[in-house]
């Protein structure tokens, strides 16, 4: 079971990226699947994930910015992110959880991916 992130990068405020997570040794739709951001010297936190009842979580600071995606044929997770922010850099994190209980939790999940660094200069 592997997780590979990809796609960050530097990036001006106001720019874009998009991650890309891609899942081998199982079926990705299969499981939950969130989106994390570590910044420097703070916890990891939720940026879109799933939650149970199956509704996607966005904190809302970034509803509206950031889109979470499935692409099933390729069995790989995205994260668009629009007008980006100096205080979003960091190391964001895709992860799956065979059984979701609140999304938002680092515990929630089984399966991380190593993590893309993403910087937004101002």
């Known amino acids: 079971v592997q997780l590979v992130e990809s796609g960050g990068g530097l990036v001006q405020a106001g720019g874009s990226l998009t991650l890309s997570c891609a899942a081998s040794g199982f079926t990705l739709d299969s499981y939950g699947i969130g989106w994390f951001r570590q910044a420097p010297g703070k916890q990891r936190e939720a940026v879109s994930c799933n939650m149970r009842g199956g509704d996607t979580y966005y904190p809302d600071d970034v509803k509206g910015r950031f889109t979470i995606a499935i692409n099933n044929d390729k069995n790989t997770l995205y994260l668009q992110m629009n007008n980006l922010k100096p205080e979003e850099k960091g190391v964001y994190y895709c992860?799956?959880?065979?059984?979701?209980?609140?999304?938002?939790?680092?515990?929630?999940?089984?399966?991380w991916g190593q993590g893309t660094q993403a910087t937004v200069s101002s």
């Open positions: 992860a799956a959880a065979t059984r979701i209980v609140d999304g938002r939790r680092v515990n929630d999940y089984d399966y």
